[in-house]
């Protein structure tokens, strides 16, 4: 197939048409004409919707390559099949919407430039990685969201408002101080990204020695794990996961997700719904579609990975929704919701090792859902920051009646996505259940325990959040209803595709979908969905216990993991880069000082007996072999 000129246009057209703010903020900052330009990032956003809408309808399954290092077998590789014709479709269509949404939040933000540079590149990367088929390219749009996200989540850079700070400046541990401003979560969110992407980047580089291609599609996975060996293969993929590991947020590396939230709500909806966290599970899912490891069941080491993949995204997820039920910052009780969802996918595509392909259907499908409610969500969050002017979940029916767009648009959001039948995330659930039902032939009953566990406190929050925001919560000390109707507008349009999906669902519009109803059906699925909507309800009526206040410290304090992440790692850091320092310090005096001044001494030495008098040397020598002579009879030479 000839290389179609709307491919480059696709991760080019939001870029380029993101320069003329940034460049006009670098030459005229604030100037009434510059800050009407963002509509042409807006633009930029739509024009790679409208292409990878025609992508997903119109193209057919196949991949499309352009030729790079030949002679190396690299080259720019983009694949359109299932999983990146469905994504691509999903992260340019929330990118467009809460690029609107940004129109109105951030028209009057300091650093409009930077901001909608770094928000179409952040765009325009997570659309390489999902349409890259090349390891090497998918590298390039990897790194392009670390860089973004750093921009992003460090944006309002001064650290001059408290609305953009995450924690309480009054709550300590010990000596840490839970409270974090911009420049710190930005910083939070790039090294710990970096730890992943590194031994990522060796494990890129080990596939491409090993089988001399980059290619997904192409690299003959089964052959190259019985080349390696048990060993090999452990060590690769876990290398190989780290990154996705990290960018996703799961335990141990959960901490930067929740200071993240010290960006622009614009980001933390783009960031948590279908961009960087997503980017980690759908990586994941994307590797095992071509690994198919249920096919590779005879292959040493490939059962560790995925029963570590399965058992690391449960506990995660179970963390996360804990986590979330003792918060009461409005973003990073969402935070907390994203992180325990991204686990649940992770385990769901795990389970495909043990039973097929339908395991990374659940999991993707159980992404797209969860992207446009947390979407919603986060925007819903963005307008009551700015009308309450708080962070912190704050709202009763009186502020409901006055944001009657926002209250709907939380109560839809929030039931879809918990999981209570018959709406959308119900069905998909299901599906979800049934594979941990089917798993414990193979792995036991704890995964089954462990979702269902997951599934009632995930559902107590979210009802938590609405009703804090809505229903029971304080009385806003200030309320500001001044505009919001693009903002209301984007949030609104994003929440019905919630209905969308139940559509397509329930009809089997897509064949993948055809088990998701049948799932529902069963027993199992449908007790778990009653005990959602028992404890969603209870977390409407009663949002706060007063008994449990001393476990809601500990939870909000996210079980003392922010100390174990800013206090005793760096200080094993600061030691080893202390040990690291003294022993470079000794080398190098041992090399530039101690060597040469010994040697230098030796020389001095030897010159001193190079005085050009023949009967001296005599002495010395014959000195020597008296001196041999002596200690050889000593030593009882023969």
Request: glycine share 8%.
């Amino acid at each position: 197939m000839t290389f179609p000129a709307y491919i480059p246009v696709l991760f080019l057209a939001p870029i380029f048409l993101s320069l003329p703010i940034a460049l006009a903020w670098v030459y005229r900052p604030g100037a009434a004409w510059a800050r009407k330009l963002p509509i042409l990032s807006v633009l930029g956003l739509f024009i790679s919707l409208i292409i990878s809408l025609y992508i997903l309808f119109r193209v057919p399954s196949e991949s499309v390559t352009i030729q790079w290092l030949p002679g190396f077998d690299i080259n720019f590789v983009f694949t359109f099949d299932y999983l990146s014709k469905y994504m691509g479709a999903l992260t340019a269509f929330i990118a467009f919407l809460i690029g609107v949404y940004g129109l109105e939040y951030m028209k009057d933000d300091y650093r409009l430039g930077w901001y909608w540079f770094f928000f179409n590149t952040f765009t325009a990367s997570m659309l390489l990685v999902v349409y890259s088929d090349n390891l090497l390219m998918l590298l390039i749009g990897w790194e392009g969201l670390g860089l973004a996200s750093w921009g992003l989540i460090g944006h309002w850079f001064r650290d001059d408002d408290d609305l953009s700070y995450v924690g309480d400046s009054k709550r300590r541990i010990g000596p840490l101080r839970l409270f974090w401003s911009p420049t710190t979560g930005g910083w939070r969110a790039i090294s710990t990204i970096r730890f992943g992407d590194m031994p990522m980047f060796f494990a890129i580089a080990a596939i491409y020695a090993l089988t001399g291609t980059l290619d997904i599609s192409q690299i003959p996975w089964g052959d190259m794990f019985q080349k390696i060996g048990i060993a090999g293969t452990v060590i690769l993929l876990f290398a190989f996961l780290l990154g996705p590991f990290t960018k996703s947020a799961q335990l141990p590396f959960s901490e930067w997700l929740m200071t993240a939230m010290t960006g622009p709500t614009t980001v933390s909806a783009l960031l948590h719904s279908a961009t960087m966290v997503a980017a980690g599970t759908y990586l994941f899912m994307k590797i095992t579609w071509y690994i198919k490891p249920w096919e590779l069941e005879g292959v040493p080491g490939l059962e560790i990975i995925y029963l570590l993949v399965l058992f690391l995204g449960l506990i995660s997820a179970l963390y996360g929704a804990l986590v979330a039920t003792g918060l009461l910052e409005r973003k990073v009780l969402l935070a907390a919701s994203t992180m325990s969802s991204l686990g649940l996918m992770f385990a769901a595509a795990s389970t495909s090792f043990w039973l097929g392909k339908i395991g990374l259907l659940v999991a993707f499908w159980y992404l797209m859902v969860h992207a446009f409610a947390k979407a919603t969500l986060f925007l819903v969050a963005g307008h009551l920051i700015h009308v309450t002017h708080s962070r912190f979940c704050e709202g009763d029916l009186e502020l409901g009646k006055k944001m009657k767009i926002g209250f709907g648009a939380t109560i839809i959001a929030t039931t879809f996505l918990a999981g209570i039948p018959p709406l959308t995330a119900y069905w998909v659930k299901s599906g979800m259940d049934e594979l941990m039902v089917e798993l414990i032939h193979d792995v036991g009953a704890l995964p089954l325990i462990l979702l269902i566990a997951v599934s009632v406190v995930y559902a107590a929050f979210l009802a938590k959040f609405l009703s804090l925001n809505f229903i029971k919560g304080t009385r806003p000390h200030h309320i500001d209803l001044h505009g919001g109707q693009l903002m209301s507008s984007a949030y609104a349009i994003m929440v019905s595709l919630m209905f969308v999906l139940l559509y397509v669902i329930i009809r089997e519009i897509d064949p993948s979908t055809s088990t998701f109803f049948e799932a529902g059906l069963e027993k199992t699925s449908f007790l778990v969905g009653i005990a959602v909507l028992i404890t969603y309800s209870g977390g409407l009526i009663m949002p706060r216990i007063r008994a449990l206040a001393n476990v809601g410290f500990v939870l909000s304090d996210r079980l003392y993991l922010p100390f174990l992440n800013d206090y005793i790692i760096p200080g094993i850091g600061w030691v080893i880069a202390s040990i690291v320092d003294h022993a470079n310090r000794g080398i190098d005096s041992l090399f530039h000082r101690w060597v040469p001044e010994f040697f230098e001494r030796i020389s001095r030495d030897i010159r001193k007996l190079q005085t050009g008098s023949l009967p001296i040397y005599i002495q010395i020598v014959s000195g020597i072999i008296i001196a041999i002579l002596i200690i050889g009879a000593l030593m009882g030479w023969r």
